[in-house]
């Protein structure tokens, strides 16, 4: 209520004053030629008394046009009406603006919503057809059994991977994305993940500290072995040689993926789920996109699941996945 009377003064005052201007000259103009200063007093005062009435009548309209568009202040711009009834030239023509400059947003919003899904498009449509060459790709180093073309097989799942990610940006925000919750046996989806970065275990010399967890959790079978993937992928990626990775399971149904490698930097640790966020060890690995963990805490978040890290330097990291939760409905 007191903003409305504050400004409801400002837009009043100057009325007001030119009120109590012209009553000051009816009075100086009749004491000049001697009439009865009753004769202003009066008549000011019965102008006044019908002035607090009109007065009181235009605060009801200006509160009840306040309150409406208090409303509409709540809402978002295309639910913006109808708008309080313009009571002067200068409110109709606002409104006008403003209904002009709804419809150019409007029609910019589509367009740039034309050109996302156009985008989204062709790049759907790449990563799918990229993934041809790497398969012949792949079937040709098989075939071979060298130190290069393991390290080319080891490029090329990177290759793979990173067009996994673009895949999984471009579904993220789509309102067709393929989420199916099913209950699915964990060591199933693990190893796959595993079994993905066999070759890079071997090749590094890194030892695996797997046991089977003999647990079923509620899931899309599809999206949690991307976050797993993807967690093991950094894993591997900052654990040096003759380290360790340990899969296990904490209570209540929490996956750990724990490394021996050199950590995480504590000022980079609250801020390792930032979109694009490299931190100190990506600055030194030149390589690192910032995109793979802000990826996974998103599709946890749609799974109903929660990902946290804890780390420090030289001691290596732990990634929790939990995905203890409301049992859903199988489709």
């Keep these: 209520m007191a903003p409305f009377l504050k400004a409801y003064w400002k837009q009043c005052r100057k009325g007001l004053g030119i009120f109590l201007l012209f009553s000051l000259i009816f009075l100086g103009v009749f004491l000049l030629y001697g009439i009865s200063i009753e004769a202003v007093v009066y008549p000011a005062i019965l102008c006044g008394l019908l002035g607090l009435i009109f007065l009181a009548l235009d605060m009801h309209r200006a509160w009840r046009t306040y309150r409406q568009l208090e409303i509409l202040k709540t809402l978002p711009a295309p639910l913006m009406e109808p708008f309080p009834e313009p009571d002067t030239m200068e409110a109709a023509e606002y409104q006008e603006i403003i ?60 290759i793979e991977q990173y067009v996994e990610m673009v895949l999984c940006y471009l579904r993220l925000d789509s309102s067709s994305t393929d989420y199916v919750f099913q209950e699915y046996d964990l060591d199933s989806i693990v190893k796959q993940a595993v079994r993905k970065f066999a070759g890079q275990f071997i090749r590094r010399k890194i030892r695996l500290d797997y046991q089977p967890l003999h647990t079923r959790v509620v899931t899309d079978e599809k999206w949690l072995l991307f976050v797993v993937e993807q967690v093991l992928s950094n894993a591997l990626k900052y654990t040096p040689a003759a380290g360790t990775v340990t899969i296990d399971l904490e209570e209540p149904k929490t996956l ?33 996109s910032g995109i793979g963990l802000y990826l996974c805490r998103r599709i946890c978040k749609n799974l109903n699941h929660v990902i946290s890290v804890d780390s420090s330097l030289d001691s290596g990291t732990v990634v929790r996945i939990r995905l203890e939760q409301v049992k859903l409905g199988k489709e």
């Design 99 to 158: 209904r002009t400059l709804r419809e150019g947003q409007k029609q910019l919003e589509s367009g740039m919503a034309l050109r996302y899904e156009e985008m989204v498009e062709y790049y759907t449509i790449w990563a799918h057809q990229i993934k041809t060459p790497i398969a012949s790709m792949r079937l040709t180093l098989q075939n071979e059994d060298s130190e290069l073309s393991r390290r080319l097989s080891e490029d090329l799942l990177r």
């Design 256 to 288: 750990c993926i724990r490394d021996t490698g050199i950590g995480i930097a504590p000022e980079d640790l609250p801020r390792v789920f930032e979109k694009g966020y490299t931190g100190y060890n990506g600055r030194n690995d030149k390589k690192a």
